[in-house]
């Protein structure tokens, strides 16, 4: 059932050494570090304080974000030509930052950096969807980033403050770091993947991109809501990133040593956020449930940072160069939805700490309908492009098959009564395709389609898509 296309995409994704995604990293650490340091004024080496516009400020940020989006769109082969330009251009305002320069420069350079944080910011995700395995994401986003964000914990402390002259050394090394990173990337045509078109009859899962959609910019909406609400506590955000980055490396080490995917435990993260923010409002009567809400939020901001793994399971799917600038540009609405309801509930603060709970609430339902088709993509797919590519030898399957937990054995019993046709019609479902979609597929009736269905429901013994999903996802390939 696999496309040529899904296969040759599956074979150019990278496999990144942790040290060369702990400088990815750093672009975080740069962009968010850098977003403590911007306010209503700033002062260089202790001399003058250097006023920020921060109308500018906003103005810059919007302009990054939709160019960044434009960028992905129609110039995707120069994406990472871009990243080393703009990264360049970054580490220079930086150095700048270290010159006795006057202070309408020192401004200009300031302004500099924040246009090229954002313009960057949607690059991020692009790398992540386009070029990286699933290993390297995973690792990335949980044991990487968990580095980077407890550097932005400690940047953004208040017990010990850091001063901007340490914060500008910092900043460089970032960067340099960052640069690393890039410069190690191929970035020729032949390494990006091959997006979809019409004529190679590669069927978009509808139902799934929606929810994929969805999903981001709740998580979104709830990611830039966290360092907000935990704003309002003193010391609060620091431990909220403190919290995130313990989250995220136990992530890492239950992925790694325990074969948990993180797809697992987001619901839970995302149950463990909602708590927080309920918290968060008892804490108006209690304060000194103020501290515990700010952990509990903090660990459900590690459910926020999965996103581009979302985008990285569609991809292995449905293959579209629209997917990294949906997810920006979805984030970038999430921000201003945000600024929207906390003017609207300045009189009553606490009140939206409510609305922020049920709106995670909202996001771990429609998570949980959502995870066994990502889960789905990212087994199957990565399992057949091995298998393609001989990476799975013989002796590895027979391992595979001695290893396999009750579970797996039992979903592949029931996989192995089902008809060819059957099978194909599973592993469409389990892709996230509809009933329409699958008998476009397939070239046969939807009616048609809906009587194998039932005949799969009844011979896997579930009720639903979800439940063939989670079954098929706990054991082998439905490719024979």
């Not at 091959?194 to 190679?200: E, F, I, N, Q, S």
């Amino acid at each position: 059932m696999d496309h040529p296309i899904l296969l040759e995409n599956e074979k150019k994704r990278l496999t990144q050494p942790f040290l060369l995604l702990l400088c990815f990293a750093m672009f975080s650490f740069w962009q968010m570090g850098f977003i403590y340091f911007m306010g209503p004024s700033l002062t260089i080496d202790g001399r003058t304080p250097l006023p920020i516009s921060m109308d500018n400020i906003t103005m810059l940020i919007a302009a990054g974000y939709v160019l960044s989006i434009l960028w992905m769109i129609f110039l995707p082969r120069f994406v990472l030509w871009t990243q080393r330009i703009v990264t360049l251009a970054a580490v220079l305002t930086v150095i700048g930052l270290f010159l006795p320069f006057s202070e309408a420069v020192l401004r200009l350079l300031i302004y500099a950096q924040a246009f090229c944080c954002c313009f960057m910011i949607g690059f991020e995700t692009f790398i992540m969807v386009n070029y990286f395995s699933e290993g390297s994401n995973v690792k990335h986003l949980t044991l990487a980033y968990g580095v980077s964000v407890m550097l932005i914990a400690i940047v953004q402390n208040d017990i010990a403050p850091i001063t901007f002259p340490v914060f500008r050394i910092v900043t460089l090394i970032a960067l340099i770091m960052f640069s690393v990173f890039l410069f190690r990337m191929p970035a020729g045509r032949e390494a990006l993947p091959r997006y979809v078109k019409k004529p190679d009859g590669i069927a978009p899962p509808k139902k799934l991109l929606f929810g994929m959609y969805l999903l981001v910019f709740i998580g979104s909406l709830m990611g830039v809501s966290s360092p907000a609400v935990s704003g309002g506590v003193q010391h609060g955000v620091f431990i909220t990133y403190v919290t995130d980055a313990a989250v995220s490396a136990a992530l890492w080490l239950l992925y790694k040593r325990a074969g948990i995917h993180p797809f697992r435990t987001i619901s839970i993260c995302i149950g463990v956020g909602c708590v927080g923010f309920l918290l968060m409002f008892a804490a108006s009567y209690v304060p000194a449930l103020a501290y515990v809400a700010c952990g509990f939020i903090g660990f459900g901001t590690v459910s926020c940072q999965m996103l581009p793994l979302y985008g990285a399971a569609v991809m292995k799917t449905y293959p579209s160069k629209f997917i990294a600038p949906i997810i920006i540009g979805l984030a970038l609405v999430a921000v201003l939805v945000q600024s929207t309801m906390v003017e609207a509930f300045r009189s009553a603060p606490t009140s939206l700490y409510l609305v922020y709970a049920i709106i995670m609430v909202v996001l771990v339902i429609i998570y949980l309908q959502i995870e066994p088709f990502f889960l789905y993509s990212f087994r199957r797919k990565l399992s057949a492009a091995k298998a393609e590519q001989g990476e799975i030898s013989a002796q590895e399957n027979d391992e595979e098959e001695r290893d396999a937990k009750p579970e797996e054995d039992a979903a592949w019993n029931l996989l192995s009564a089902l008809s060819r046709r059957e099978r194909e019609v599973v592993d469409l479902i389990c892709m996230g395709h509809s009933n329409a979609e699958i008998a476009k597929i397939l070239f046969i009736s939807e009616h048609t389609v809906k009587d194998h269905t039932k005949k799969i429901y009844r011979k896997m013994n579930v009720h639903s898509r979800l439940e063939l999903a989670a079954l098929v996802g706990r054991g082998k390939s439905t490719e024979k």
